[in-house]
């Protein structure tokens, strides 16, 4: 059973439910032990559990509330700490699937965040984009975690088709560069 773990983050007011949701289901006939994070208002947070949550996750759901420009801007600072290069000098093998959502689409009539302002953001951080009211909006919600989990499946399947390495690997790589090793006489 594959297990894939998601964390929910924004700000306070962008109308997240802040639990615990553990679900097993079948995803292309395919057993999924999925479990979704939803903590308390990262603005609440220390900066160091907010980094746990970034190692814990293999997904995000950012989201922000289209009638509150400043969760927008918070919303925009999470995913810049998610794309964000890594400190050290390692590689980072793959960057998690993230979707930006843009929640409270029921109170367009008060909007402060155009749909083409999160378009752009999303694009320019390479993550998903949608729209709904979560209040209103089940199947849409459905779809986009169907849609987050299916990319971070995908990057599960590229990480295990990437070569190994070690010194198998490097000696395999000596030899076809400098040929078969000769006895010395």
């Known amino acids: 059973m594959g297990d894939v773990k998601l964390a929910v983050l924004g700000g306070r007011g962008t109308g ?23 903590p308390c208002s990262q603005s609440q947070k220390a900066k160091g559990s907010l980094t746990s949550d970034l190692h814990w996750a293999d997904g995000f759901v950012i989201v922000y509330d289209i009638s509150n420009r400043p969760s927008f801007a918070f919303a925009k600072a999470l995913i810049y700490r998610i794309r964000e290069p890594p400190m050290t000098h390692c590689k980072r093998v793959m ?69 190994p390495s070690g010194s198998k690997s490097m000696a395999k790589l000596i030899n076809n560069v400098f040929g078969k090793r000769r006895k010395s006489v």
């Open 95 to 163: 960057e998690p699937a993230v979707v930006l959502v843009g929640n409270k689409q029921d109170l367009c009539h008060m909007r402060e965040v155009g749909w083409d302002e999160g378009q752009k953001l999303a694009t320019d951080y390479r993550c998903q984009f949608c729209e709904l009211s979560a209040a209103e909006q089940s199947l849409e919600i459905e779809v986009m975690f169907l849609r987050l989990i299916k990319d971070i499946l995908m990057i599960f399947k590229h990480k295990e088709k990437r070569r």
């Open 16 to 38: 997240k439910s802040e639990s615990i949701y553990n679900k097993h289901l079948c995803l292309e006939g395919k057993p999924l032990n999925l479990e979704i994070y939803d």
